[in-house]
């Protein structure tokens, strides 16, 4: 129990890419307008995207653990990690990770607050926020069919806009347009994964 190939079944690695690519793309449309890419802010946004990963599916499963055993439909995308459910990890070990997580992604921002990039711990609390109105009483949005729109706003505006403010320090120079386009994505993509 809580082995090695425990935490990483609950970490569900191959859903780092949900934070990968709007991180990029942020940073990227920032590269695009000034040719300007700092590889130290980059390695920072993106311990970012995998902490703020680890912290919702570690989360996600603490919150889901009762429907989680009940899940039949469960699969890839959807239905957590099955840790808790398999009894390969206590809840006690996953909560000592949701720590972890959220310790970390503080001082990734106290990092980047220190690069000149002051909205960083904004941008954090936020990120944490919205798994929480996801997960968790008394909002548990998701349960009440509005965790979809949850989803898109953090993977289609949170991370997007904070890729960019990574690279740019400021969001003045950010395409504001360019989210007309990618949160009806962003909105099927969650509508997808959640469906079965």
Known sequence: MNSIASWVQASRLASESYMFFPLLVGQGWHYRTTGRLDPALLALAHLYGLFIQLYIVYANDYADQETDRVNTTFNMFSGGSRVLVEGRMTKAALKAGIIATVLLLSLTGVLLTAAARPLSLFFI???????????????????RGGGEFLQMLGVGAVLPIFGYYVQAGALGGFPWR???FILPLQLACAMATALP
Do not use: E, H, I, Q
């Open 125 to 143: 609390a936020v990120s944490l926020g919205l798994l929480w109105l996801y997960s968790y009483a008394p909002a548990r949005v998701s349960y």
């Open 178 to 180: 360019f989210l007309l």
